[in-house]
């Protein structure tokens, strides 16, 4: 059986098995984030020293979208949708040849997905060629009896169910298509560092994201008091801060780590530095509703935001 130090997630209400596997299934994905992610280190001792609290506001996703064997946005989400997940509201990144859609489960303080796929038919035709290369290779889709097995998971046992989370963690942590050629890899990020970076990291989270609001101590209530905080505690951060003062969404992150990722050159096994993930944060404020006046928190993402964090994970050619 698995066993991992408890994540951000556990202590989260769950009211039946099913908010409870969502809640693991989260937590199993931090606990390969954060041993890669060192920064969480420094935002942890963070929390810790001031006394705040962390709650996990979303995490990020990234796939290609392809026909043939079927691959984006819906066979991930299949998985949060048995899950009791329903999908809130979807963007277009025109520029980065992206879509995405987010998706919200039923409990509100349970974090966000949001899932974006990359339109490969866009790229130009060496880039699809070396896509839809590792695409022959993508393992068997996860079969819709495994998704049945999530959405009755009521009528399962303790041990079924540690079976079911296993085989759910290892769909994002494991690498669905065969290593790629390095040669490769270094072409496709001329064309696109969103698809170089899918070819390596298949479906790890991208990020995690630290809601702002969450942490109720002064020393930290926003998101320029902990973006610098991080920076003074040793933390590469992203320059700017997305979203003016009194926006509804105020968004940064640190730097992406680097790390050694697993390729092949001529053919033989190697390793070579790509970016991995940040850790993002996250300030949702209130907004008025024009319909019903009333003040409300703003729970979606915006598009000009979103797209200056996928560069986040841009490395030099």
């Not at 796929?117 to 070396?130: A, C, D, F, G, V």
Request: aromatic share 10%; charged share 25%; glycine share 4%.
């Amino acid at each position: 059986m698995h066993t991992t130090n408890l994540g951000p997630h556990h202590a989260l209400n769950s009211k039946n098995a099913s908010e409870r596997f969502v809640l693991n299934l989260f937590d199993r994905l931090w606990e390969k984030f954060r041993s890669r992610v060192s920064y969480v280190n420094n935002y942890e001792t963070l929390i810790q020293e001031s006394g705040a609290s962390f709650f996990n506001d979303h995490i990020a996703l990234r796939t290609f979208c392809s026909q043939n064997p079927l691959a984006g946005i819906s066979s991930i989400s299949r998985i949060f949708e048995a899950l009791g997940y329903r999908a809130a509201d979807c963007y277009n990144f025109e520029d980065k040849h992206l879509n995405a859609i987010y998706f919200q489960h039923p409990q509100p303080n349970f974090p966000k997905v949001f899932i974006s796929e990359l339109r490969t038919w866009e790229l130009k035709p060496s880039s699809k060629h070396i896509i839809h290369g590792a695409l022959k290779t993508h393992r068997t889709n996860l079969p819709e009896s495994f998704l049945a097995d999530l959405h009755h998971l009521e009528t399962k046992s303790e041990s079924s169910r540690e079976s079911l989370l296993d085989e759910a963690a290892e769909f994002f942590l494991e690498l669905p298509w065969h290593l790629p050629e390095k040669s490769d890899l270094l072409e496709l990020n001329l064309d696109s560092q969103y698809a170089a970076w899918v070819l390596v990291h298949g479906y790890n989270v991208n990020h995690f994201t630290s809601l702002i609001n969450s942490h109720k101590v002064p020393a930290l209530d926003d998101i320029e008091k902990t973006s610098k905080a991080l920076l003074d505690s040793g933390v590469p951060m992203k320059k700017e801060i997305e979203g003016a003062r009194g926006s509804k969404l105020r968004q940064t992150a640190t730097e992406a780590v680097v790390i050694d990722v697993a390729v092949l050159e001529n053919g033989k096994l190697t390793t070579m530095p790509w970016t991995y993930a940040y850790f993002e944060l996250a300030q949702r404020d209130t907004f008025k509703d024009l319909g019903t006046g009333k003040l409300l928190r703003y729970e979606g993402f915006l598009g000009p935001q979103a797209t200056n964090l996928f560069d986040m994970t841009k490395i030099a050619n």
